[in-house]
């Protein structure tokens, strides 16, 4: 049978549905890249906002009113969240949850057996241990992202995760050693270590994360190690000396900020202060060359005046991060934010994002234009009409004219130019 998977969210979803497939080729299933060609549709969701919520079940009744004898499987971080509005939602055949979509296959040939509807969501607990789930390979991805961090004990007002992934935990370094010996067996030159709360990992088995990362460089196979999302007070100078010594680490650190302001650190219940923060990023930058810091700015946060706004803004001028997401506050029910008055206006939110967006367009223009003139070396990725897509050590995206596709290959680009996404570049 034919399985399609439908994936929301962060990398560390997109891990999971990478092991949930090898699972099922596994056991005889076929997983394809056409959803008119599924037999069972998988939908992998995200519940960070109500905006991801609502593509969630947008997907689930998309899909099955497309195929209405198809098999839909909604799994993830919303039925863990909101186990009752995820059963509710009666287009989904069986309806689990992250805790335990390692029953995943077994669940389906219940089903594909008695054709009767399965929900299976298994509450987080503490001392829960990391979960079974590895992969062997990444599609035809040239880097590969591998999970060795989930859950987060955090708990900052607006956010849903501890309840959607439950409290921080760790892959053993046994564990991550036999997955990077099959991901390097299958020629991956990059990985990508990530987690919900990654740089909390060890913390729960005696460990750091330098540990990981130190293991991951260890392999030949690998050119590149890259980390995902980190959180800034985890981030010591002991850590950072550690990894400052490690030359196949990628000097690009995206730093979860969420706000400049120090007022709205406070009530996000974020652990550090801007003055912290710009600290950290001075000792970055300080200890790898090259060094990119990229970063998530929440706009419109409850209370959030039009001052702190604008104290926000000055911050990530200050900073002169190379990239900021920008976001507008979701009201996520469960949490401590979605109780605070006055709630932000929705065309409040709308113009602060436009404000931001524009600073952050206008700092990475300037990083963009510093980069003229120079060589620098990329990993070619895609090959898209006459054009080679890679990114660069620190994740700068290039692209550059080549009539054939270079996928997985290291080269020297010139910088001769750029666009609102790339830098433009030739071949040297």
């Known amino acids: 049978m034919n399985v399609y998977f439908y994936t929301l969210g962060c990398k560390v979803n997109q891990y999971e549905t990478q092991a949930m497939g090898e699972k099922l080729k596994e056991a005889g299933y076929n997983i394809c890249t056409q959803a008119k060609e599924a037999d069972i549709y998988i939908v992998n969701s995200c519940t960070v906002t109500a905006v991801s919520d609502q593509k969630t079940r947008q997907a689930v009744r998309r899909l099955k009113r497309n195929n209405p004898n198809s098999v839909v499987v909604l799994t993830g971080c919303m039925p863990q969240a909101y186990p009752q509005q995820s059963i509710d939602l009666f287009s989904a055949d069986i309806v689990l949850g992250n805790r335990n979509n390692d029953k995943l296959l077994q669940l389906l040939d219940d089903y594909l057996e008695n054709h009767q509807r399965i929900i299976s969501i298994v509450e987080h607990n503490n001392g829960d241990k990391f979960d ?34 439950g409290r921080s935990r760790s892959k053993p370094l046994e564990d991550l050693r036999v997955e990077f010996e099959q991901l390097a067996e299958h020629g991956y030159k990059e990985v990508v270590l990530v987690g919900i709360n990654l740089s909390c990992y060890g913390r729960d ?5 330098c540990d990981a990362v130190e293991l991951a ?14 959180e800034p007070d985890h981030i ?3 850590v950072i000396e550690r990894l400052s010594k490690l030359n196949k680490l990628c000097p690009s650190f995206h730093i979860s900020l969420q706000s400049g302001c120090n007022a709205t650190l406070k009530r996000m ?12 990023c001075l000792k970055l930058r300080s200890k790898f060359d090259d060094t990119t810091i990229t970063t998530d700015i929440m706009v419109g946060f409850p209370l959030e005046s039009d001052d702190d706004f604008e104290e926000s803004m000055q911050f990530a001028n200050k900073i002169g991060f190379e990239k ?3 976001f507008p506050y979701s009201v996520r029910s469960g949490t401590k934010a979605a109780t605070i008055t006055p709630q932000i206006e929705k065309s409040v939110k709308e113009e602060r994002c436009k404000k931001m967006i524009e600073t952050g367009e206008e700092i990475r223009e300037k990083f ?25 050590k620190n994740y700068t995206p290039i692209k550059a004219v080549y009539a054939n596709d270079l996928h997985g290959q290291f080269r020297s680009v010139k910088i001769t130019g750029f666009d609102d996404e790339h830098c433009i570049g030739d071949f040297v």
């Open 269 to 280: 219940n974020r652990h550090y202060t801007t003055e912290e923060y710009y600290d950290l």
């Open 132 to 165: 079974k789930l590895n992969i062997s390979s990444f599609d035809e991805r040239t880097r590969a992202f591998i999970k060795i961090q989930d859950g987060c004990d955090r708990f900052c007002s607006y956010c849903i995760i501890p309840t959607s992934r």
């Open 236 to 238: 010591t100078d002991e």
């Open 217 to 230: 460089c260890s392999f030949n196979a690998f050119e590149r190690v890259r980390l995902g999302s980190l």
């Open 324 to 326: 900021i997401h920008v």
């Open 368 to 392: 963009f234009e510093s980069l003229v003139g120079k060589t620098i070396e990329m990993l070619c990725e895609t090959h898209i009409d006459g054009f080679v897509y890679g990114y660069t």
């Open 205 to 209: 088995i005696g460990l750091s994360i």
